[in-house]
């Protein structure tokens, strides 16, 4: 079972660059999310989304874009790399989440971005 | 708002210690709580969950209960292990996603 697959685990980029965090899960899952992770910060939701289609902002949207065309895929983009979006994302799925029943999330290994 | 408030540690135990990492809770209404293990490298692995007040979640020898009138869910583990050295989250659920507490890193010695 791949589960939810993340691609690059590492990347470096410059101020001002753009780049495309890939998302990918194969359990048929409708509910997609995106976390940052900081030190000492926990993680925080940045977009999420509830179906093909369909997204939505969470805590700390800005800066970053999100799409859902297919079911499987969920990427994220950032439009002009700033140092503060330095952090490692971490990409999440469920089968769905706003029902009774709390699935559980299931996570990606992470994608640990640094920004000079 | 939504927030959730763990000892942050680090936290070191010798093997076949007792653990306990303190978590509380701010929400409206009674939200399902979990707890997340991470170890290093690695994503986030969902541990034990409780959905209602009362309820004891448990899974691998640790367990957490959901206490309404404290508003806590404390994790406990009566005898640890080396394997068990990892960042363990505390979490609520919102209507759009997780709120999460910092991360307690606990580290088991030999």
């Known amino acids: 079972n791949a589960g939810v697959t993340q691609t690059p685990k590492f990347q470096v980029l410059k101020t001002g660059q753009s780049m495309t965090l890939q998302c990918a899960q194969d359990?048929?899952?409708?509910?997609m999310s995106w976390y940052r992770q900081d030190p000492g910060m926990g993680l925080r939701l940045i977009h999420y989304s509830v179906g093909a289609g369909i997204t939505d902002q969470g805590e700390v949207p800005n800066g970053y874009n999100v799409s859902r065309s297919t079911t499987e895929d969920f990427p994220l983009r950032l439009l002009s790399a700033a140092p503060s979006q330095t952090s490692v994302y971490f990409c999440?799925?469920?089968?769905?989440?706003?029902?009774?029943?709390?699935?559980?999330?299931?996570f990606g290994d992470g994608t640990r971005l640094s920004i000079l | 708002g939504n927030s959730v408030t763990q000892m942050e540690g680090p936290v070191t135990l010798s093997e076949e210690a007792f653990l306990t990492i303190n978590c509380t809770y701010t929400a409206t209404g009674y939200p399902s709580l979990f707890w997340y293990v991470q170890y290093p490298g690695e994503g986030l692995q969902l541990l034990l969950k409780?959905?209602?007040?009362?309820d004891k979640g448990s899974n691998k020898g640790f367990e957490a209960t959901y206490r309404k009138e404290t508003t806590s869910f404390h994790l406990e583990k009566g005898s640890v292990q080396v394997s068990d050295s990892a960042v363990y989250f505390c979490?609520?659920?919102?209507?759009?996603?997780?709120?999460f507490g910092k991360g307690t890193h606990l580290i088991i010695q030999p």
């Open positions: 999440a799925s469920s089968r769905r989440f706003l029902e009774k029943g709390n699935q559980p999330q299931h």
């Open positions: 979490a609520l659920k919102r209507a759009d996603g997780l709120t």
């Open positions: 409780a959905t209602k007040a009362d």
């Open positions: 359990m048929n899952h409708e509910y």
